[in-house]
Every structure is written in structure tokens, then in C-alpha cells.
């Protein structure tokens, strides 16, 4: 199967800018635009399934996650999209008080009428492939400090969910919004990242090392980039997609999606799709 991956999208409402710690100069960095081209790119590379690894929105705002559903709105009507939260998606106390990630997108871009704990759980775009979805994203009152984290209880039943699709034949792929490491070039630059790592990183990269994972999709770091780390059934990609919708001419930070070739061997090929410059 073909699968896409877009991450980071960080659409906002510009006029309802300055609050919650972000200017409108922050909205700046990111284009509707160019997210809506690398979607429609994804479809024109003919994709059975979208995973969106959070960081929907800038601060969690109500009209922000309005703008995400109706971005991805023809992939959730399809049935074709898995989506995980990352942390500005429960930026402020208010959005995670009102759940309102779940309920205005939720894991299946539809969201939920009654809100109700979601992750982690096996989504199957395939006969052949399940993505095993997780949360990631932590509330904490100096969002520019919170990290994220998965917790015992989730990483337990993640394993469970692992070994169940394994048992089924399937290839099984991770789908979180933090990252699990960083290449040892972006450490510098992505110095900021040191407030807000993913705290049980070191659990997640010991049960890629216990369960066959066939491969770790992610986000949060605006830059694309690969790591294979050692895994029960060899050598496992981490690949974090940068973001879809980053207004930048870094050749890492452009945005982009992914397409992965994937069956029961695995994550077979990856090749990143852009939108066309103007
Ligand atoms: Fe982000
Ligand atoms: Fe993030």
C-alpha cells in the first residue's frame, strides 16, 4: 500500500493574535497554501491512507482546528486518515479542559461527539499494514517548557497492540508526534528542542529493540530527516516528516509530505513530495 505523511501543518487564525505566547508573525512561518499543495500532491501519488503526526494548529484555538478539519476533510471522509495530537494541539488549559482536539478532529479527522480516551489504538489501512496510533502531547502551564510523554500505561498497551498485529502478519508502524532522537547535525540548531523532548524516548527505542516495528513516524522537529535504529527485525526508519506547511528555503525545513511504499516486509520506499514553486 501507499501511504502518505504530512506533519507540523501549525495552521492558525491570524487576527486572534497576540495571545497564548505567539505573535501574529508566528502565523507567518507557516502557509495554508503550501499544505493544501503537498495534500493534493499526496493524492496525485495516489495514497490509500494519511497520517497527520500532530501539531494541527499554532495554539489549539477553536477556529484553528476548524481550518485542520476542513483542510483534511476529503481524506477523513474517505476513511483514510489517522491522526495523532501533538503539543500545540493542548496548548491552553481551555482546549485541553474542553477536549477539544478529540472533538473537533479527533483520530479520524471527524471528531468525537462524546470525547473519550482514543490512544493509543491500531488503525488498519491495509490487510497487510496497522499503524499503531499514540499520544504524545502533555498539557503543562509554560507550554514552551511541557515535554511530551507516553506514560507506562500507554507504552504497555502499545506493546500488546504491537504483538497482536504482528501475530496477524502485518507490518506495524509507530505513529507519535515527538521525536525519539535527532541526527547529531540538527543538535545545534535545534537547541530549543532540549525544553520539550519526548521524556520516555529511551522506552520507546528499547521496545522497537523487543517487538518487530517496522518502522517510527513523527514530527514536532520543522525539519526533515531519517534515523535507522536497531530493531527486532533489523534495522527500523524513524522518520520525521518536517512540516507541510513551513514557509522556509532550507532545504531541510521546506515543506514537504512523504509518500512510503509499505507491505508485510516493511516500509519498502520513501520519497518526499513538494509543492511546486512559484
Ligand atoms: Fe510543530
Ligand atoms: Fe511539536
Not at 38 to 45: I, P, R, S
Not at 205 to 225: E, K, N, Q, W, Y
Request: aromatic share 4%; with cysteine.
Amino acid at each position: 500500500m501507499r501511504l502518505g505523511h504530512v506533519s507540523d501543518l501549525h495552521l492558525s487564525d491570524r487576527g486572534r493574535y497576540p495571545r497564548n505566547g505567539h505573535v501574529p508573525r508566528d502565523c507567518d512561518k507557516y502557509s495554508v497554501r503550501l499544505a493544501q499543495r503537498v495534500l493534493e500532491g499526496l493524492e496525485q501519488a495516489g495514497i490509500d491512507h494519511l497520517v497527520v503526526t500532530g501539531d494541527l494548529t499554532l495554539s489549539a484555538e477553536a477556529s484553528e482546528f476548524e481550518r485542520a478539519a476542513k483542510l483534511l476533510r476529503r481524506f477523513a471522509d474517505a476513511g483514510k486518515l489517522t491522526i495523532v495530537p501533538g503539543n500545540h494541539d493542548v496548548w491552553t488549559a481551555e482546549s485541553v479542559k474542553t477536549a477539544r482536539f478529540l472533538r473537533m478532529v479527533g483520530p479520524d479527522g471527524k471528531g468525537m461527539r462524546v470525547a473519550e480516551a482514543t490512544y493509543p489504538f491500531a488503525a488498519l489501512p491495509s490487510p497487510e499494514v496497522a499503524i499503531v496510533a499514540l499520544d504524545s502531547s502533555q498539557y503543562g502551564e509554560d507550554p514552551h517548557e511541557t515535554p511530551g510523554m507516553l506514560g507506562s500505561s500507554q507504552l504497555q498497551a502499545c506493546r500488546e497492540l504491537v504483538r497482536e498485529q504482528v501475530k496477524e502478519g502485518r507490518a506495524v508502524l509507530l505513529a507519535l508526534h515527538h521525536h525519539l532522537i535527532l541526527p547529531r547535525e540538527r543538535i545545534r540548531s535545534d537547541a530549543m528542542v532540549a525544553h520539550m523532548p519526548l521524556l520516555d524516548a529511551d522506552k520507546v527505542i528499547r521496545m522497537v529493540s523487543d517487538v518487530r516495528v517496522a518502522g517510527v513516524l513523527h514530527g514536532h522537529r520543522h525539519c526533515a530527516f531519517r534515523i535507522d535504529i536497531p530493531g527486532a527485525a533489523g534495522p527500523t526508519p524513524v522518520l520525521c516528516a518536517g512540516s507541510a506547511s513551513r514557509v522556509s528555503d532550507v532545504p531541510v525545513r521546506r515543506a514537504r509530505g512523504y509518500v512510503y511504499e509499505v507491505d508485510r516486509g516493511g516500509i519498502r520506499s520513501v520519497r518526499p513530495v513538494f509543492p511546486p514553486l512559484d
